[in-house]
């Protein structure tokens, strides 16, 4: 290789080192969850990577205030990861870890009453979710188990985060 050649190398390479590194999370660029375990699997790996930015696309933005999301009460609770805290949005990286080495043959599509009535008439009902707990129930998937709650949706073939709960309760099982 020349030096002039060696020369032209090493500058693309930083060039595409310095647009990897670019905090600028385009949509496109950011692959679908396929699956509900793949969604699980990449928010691990998102909240271990501290990625709470591109974390955001996984999670669906049910709103809660004029201001406020579900989304961004998740995000904040696992920014914590109170591993003490058992109730609504608790999380640590190894209780999700529990979950997909252990828990995942346990969640159900179509989880009837109240979760499909609360994306029809209660607090996460938006048309969107409500539209798809009528006509594709099926697009709605629970993982229950001693009191930890995960609910997904299925969304034009990608899943998202709607709640969970309880995921430290996972820890006091070990």
């Known amino acids: 290789m020349t030096r002039l050649a060696a020369r032209c190398t090493f500058c693309l390479l930083l060039a595409f080192a310095a647009g990897c590194a670019s905090s600028d999370v385009h949509e496109s660029d950011i692959p679908p969850a396929t699956t509900s375990a793949g969604l699980l699997r990449t928010i691990l790996q998102l909240s271990d990577d501290g ?3 591109t974390l955001r696309h996984y999670i669906y933005p ?3 205030t004029d201001t406020t999301t579900l989304r961004d009460t998740i995000i904040t609770f696992m920014k914590e990861s109170n ?3 058992v109730g609504d949005f608790s999380y640590s990286d190894e209780a999700l870890e529990i979950v997909i080495d252990e828990h995942l043959g346990e969640i159900t599509a179509s989880p009837g009453e109240p ?6 008439t209660g607090e996460l009902s938006v048309p969107p979710l409500r539209k798809i707990a009528l006509e594709t129930p099926e697009h709605i998937l629970l993982l229950e188990h001693n ?3 995960i609910l997904m949706v299925k969304i034009i073939g990608e899943y998202q985060l709607l709640f969970w709960q309880g995921l430290n309760l996972l820890l006091q099982e070990e």
């Open 62 to 64: 049910v709103p809660v």
């Open 147 to 149: 009191g930890v709650r």
């Open 51 to 53: 990625d709470y930015e």
């Open 83 to 85: 591993k003490t805290y």
């Open 115 to 120: 979760w499909i009535g609360m994306l029809t």
